[in-house]
T-cell receptor, first 114, second 111 residues
Framework: GAVVSQHPSWVICKSGTSVKIECRSL??????MFWYRQFPKQSLMLMAT?????????EQGVEKDKFLINHASLTLSTLTVTSAHPEDSSFYIC??????????FGSGTRLTVV | GQQLNQSPQSMFIQEGEDVSMNCTSS?????WLWYKQDPGEGPVLLIA?????ELTSNGRLTAQFGITRKDSFLNISASIPSDVGIYFC???????????FGQGTELSVKP
């Protein structure tokens, strides 16, 4: 079946630094990648949608300069949290969709900003 | 914007009991999906529904895509302790294929 690998699974960083999260589709080509953020005891909130080779489309209220998304190939998308602050601490999850695949989720990244 | 209202928010049941949860929306969705999420993990797909009125089973799980395309329910029969977790409904929104999630139902099963 379709597999999406997300790394790292957890990361702790200092306030003001940047963190990059990778999402790879291992056995299919992901034409579209979705990035979600999930706070404790809450649902998954869509942050942005990216199609391979195009700029990402951000949801209302999500700062595109803070959450940089790159989808340069059909198997890799990255989310970079720039100048991270404690309020950015959250669980970030990617989802990949291919031409013949449904929505496959990564295992998530727990970001803690101290 | 589009929203999915999922209920109940939480359920505490005895092992062996049946469970039902549902999602409603003011928008029409083309696809309804039901996921389970364990702590610290990404959601895992349980059932996918693609047609209005469709009723689909996956083991002890049964889900239906409402006729109006604005609602869906998930039933779990004869619950077992490993059913514990958070269940999410999700709808595929027409524009751009965005997947929107409900608020989740936290299920606790007492042995």
């Amino acid at each position: 079946g379709a597999v999406v690998s997300q790394h790292p699974s957890w990361v702790i960083c200092k306030s003001g630094t940047s963190v990059k999260i990778e999402c790879r589709s291992l056995d299919f080509q992901a034409t579209t990648m979705f990035w979600y953020r999930q706070f404790p005891k809450q649902s998954l909130m869509l942050m942005a949608t990216s199609n391979e080779g195009s700029k990402a489309t951000y949801e209302q209220g999500v700062e595109k300069d803070k959450f940089l998304i790159n989808h340069a190939s059909l198997t890799l998308s990255t989310l970079t949290v720039t100048s991270a602050h404690p309020e950015d601490s959250s669980f970030y999850i990617c989802s990949a969709r291919g031409r013949e695949n449904g929505y496959t989720f990564g295992s998530g990244t727990r970001l803690t900003v101290v | 914007g589009q929203q999915l209202n999922q209920s109940p928010q939480s359920m505490f049941i005895q092992e062996g009991e049946d469970v039902s949860m549902n999602c409603t929306s003011s928008s029409i969705f083309n696809t309804w999906l039901w996921y389970k999420q364990d702590p610290g993990e990404g959601p895992v797909l349980l059932i996918a529904l693609y047609k209005a009125g469709e009723l689909t089973s996956n083991g002890r799980l049964t889900a239906q895509f409402g006729i109006t395309r604005k609602d869906s329910f998930l039933n779990i029969s004869a619950s077992i302790p490993s059913d514990v977790g958070i269940y999410f409904c999700a709808g595929v929104y027409n524009q751009g294929g965005k997947l929107i999630f409900g608020q989740g139902t936290e299920l606790s099963v007492k042995p």
